[in-house]
C-alpha cells in the first residue's frame, strides 16, 4: 500500500483532526440496529452490516463521545463492505442516542461489553475469523481487553487508530492552556457533562455542583467518571484504564497506527518498546496525520488509515 502523506491543501494537526468531523459525508450503508440486553439489566444498541455466515466479521469500537454513526466507523465499515465482510458496530452505553438504564456507564478502561459483543459473535457464527478495529478510546478499550485475553483471544487480528496509550498524558495534552485545546476539551465536556446530568435526575448520589464547575477533563473523572466506575479518582481510573502496559501482552496480530502531531495524544507516550519486543504487534506512527485523521489525496480526499486497517486485516484472513 502507498505511504501516507497529507495533502498541501490540509497541512496540520488539526485540519487533520477536524476535517473529517466537520466536512465528510458518512458512507451510507444498510446497517440493521439490534438492542442485546445485557446480565446487569442493561442494554447495548449494534448497528450490523449482514453479509454470509461465514464471511468475516470486523467488529468496531468508536470513541469519546462517538457512536456508530461517526464519520470513521462508517469508514471502516464501509471497507469491511468492499470486501464482503460483515460488520458489527458497537455503541458504548449511552451513546446510541438513548441514555442506558444505570448510573456506570462507559469509560476508556470498560472492556466488558466488548467482552459480551465477541461471545455473541463466536457464538452465532463458530467458524468465521474474527477481526477488531477500534478508534481513539475504542482503540484503547481493543488493546487493553486483548491484552486481558492474551493468547485466548478469539480473534484472527486486530487494529487500533490513534489510542490514547497513556490517559494521564492524554488528558493534560487537552487540559493544556491554548484555543485547540478549549475547543477539544469543550467539546467532549458538553455532551458528558449533560449526559452525567441527566443521569443525576435518577441518580441520587452525583456532585451536580462538582459535575457543573468541571471545566477540565481530570475535574470531570475526578467527579464522576472515577467514582462511579470504582476508582478512587481520576489519577486512580487513568493509571487502572490506560492500554500502553497491556501492549507486551497482545497474542495475537495488532496494528497501532498513531501522528506523531495528534493534539490528543503527546507522542512521548507511544508504546515503542513494548511494540518493539513484541512480535504481534505492528506499531506505525507517521509524522503527520492528527487525531483520526490521515486525510490524504492531491484533490479529492482519501481516507487513508482505514484503508491501512482493512489492508491489514485482510492480510491475516
Not at 496509550?165 to 449533560?194: N, Q
Request: aromatic share 8%; proline share 7%; glycine share 10%.
Amino acid at each position: 500500500m502507498e505511504s501516507f502523506d497529507t495533502p498541501r491543501w490540509l497541512r496540520g494537526a488539526h485540519a487533520q483532526t477536524v476535517f473529517g468531523t466537520l466536512l465528510r459525508p458518512g458512507p451510507r450503508l444498510p446497517l440493521r440496529r439490534e438492542r442485546w440486553e445485557l446480565p446487569d439489566g442493561d442494554f447495548l444498541d449494534v448497528d450490523r452490516l449482514e453479509g454470509p455466515a461465514a464471511a468475516p466479521l470486523l467488529v468496531v469500537l468508536h470513541g469519546l463521545e462517538g457512536s456508530s454513526s461517526s464519520h470513521y466507523v462508517l469508514g471502516l465499515l464501509a471497507q469491511a463492505r468492499r470486501r464482503g465482510w460483515r460488520g458489527m458496530a458497537l455503541n458504548f452505553r449511552s451513546c446510541s442516542g438513548e441514555s442506558n438504564r444505570l448510573l456506570r456507564s462507559y469509560h476508556s478502561g470498560e472492556t466488558g461489553d466488548l467482552g459480551e459483543a465477541v461471545r455473541r459473535a463466536r457464538a452465532e457464527s463458530p467458524s468465521a475469523p474474527l477481526l477488531l478495529a477500534g478508534c481513539s478510546l475504542g482503540g484503547n478499550v481493543v488493546v487493553k481487553w486483548l491484552g486481558e485475553q492474551g493468547a485466548s483471544a478469539p480473534v484472527r487480528a486486530a487494529a487500533a487508530l490513534s489510542v490514547p496509550f497513556d490517559l494521564k498524558e492524554c488528558a493534560r495534552a487537552l487540559d493544556a492552556p491554548g484555543a485547540m485545546s478549549f475547543v477539544y476539551r469543550s467539546r467532549f465536556l458538553r455532551t458528558l457533562k449533560r449526559k452525567a446530568l441527566a443521569k443525576a435526575r435518577r441518580f441520587p448520589g452525583i456532585d451536580v455542583a462538582r459535575v457543573r464547575s468541571a471545566r477540565t477533563l481530570f475535574e470531570f473523572d475526578e467527579a464522576l467518571t472515577g467514582p462511579v466506575h470504582g476508582f478512587a479518582g481520576a489519577e486512580d481510573y487513568w493509571a487502572q484504564s490506560s492500554s500502553g502496559p497491556f501492549v507486551s501482552r497482545v497474542r495475537v496480530p495488532l496494528l497501532l497506527l498513531s501522528a506523531e502531531d495528534d493534539p490528543f495524544i503527546p507522542a512521548s507516550c507511544l508504546p515503542r518498546q513494548a511494540a518493539a519486543a513484541n512480535p504481534c504487534v505492528t506499531l506505525e506512527t507517521h509524522p503527520r496525520g492528527g487525531h483520526l485523521g490521515f486525510v490524504a489525496g492531491p484533490y479529492l480526499p482519501r481516507f487513508w488509515a482505514e484503508s491501512r486497517v482493512a489492508e491489514f486485516l485482510a492480510a491475516h484472513l
